[in-house]
């Protein structure tokens, strides 16, 4: 299996959703909660290319996106080969 990492925030609906969604398929991933955490946060930034909401969502060292770019790879049907690391 892939790895995924989820940058997020405490009391994130959208992270809430995300974490949902993956854990729903069975899907491990390391989670770096940034809420009191200004270096994450620019972690986050900086990998991110400069996005600065939450969540932010990483396969394999991919950037995939937020919660609505993840449900829409989800709706596409590309989420599930992506993390078989097809």
């Keep these: 299996m892939v790895e995924v990492t989820v940058y997020t925030r ?3 609906g959208y992270c809430t959703a995300a974490k ?3 854990e729903g398929k ?3 991933f390391t989670e ?3 809420t009191s955490s200004p270096d994450l946060r620019q972690e986050m930034i ?8 939450f969540p932010q969502i990483f396969i394999d060292g991919t950037h995939v996106g ?13 989420l599930d080969p992506m993390l078989a690391g097809a």
Excluded at 46 to 53: D, H, L, P, Q, S
Excluded at 66 to 78: F, S, V
Aim: proline content about 0%; aromatic content about 4%; hydrophobic content about 35%.
């Design 20 to 22: 949902r969604l993956l």
């Design 10 to 12: 405490q009391f994130c």
């Design 46 to 53: 900086t990998k991110a290319n400069g996005r600065a909401t």
């Design 26 to 28: 069975g899907v491990s």
């Design 66 to 78: 937020g919660c609505d770019e993840l449900l829409a790879l989800e709706r596409a049907g590309k």
């Design 32 to 34: 770096h909660d940034a």
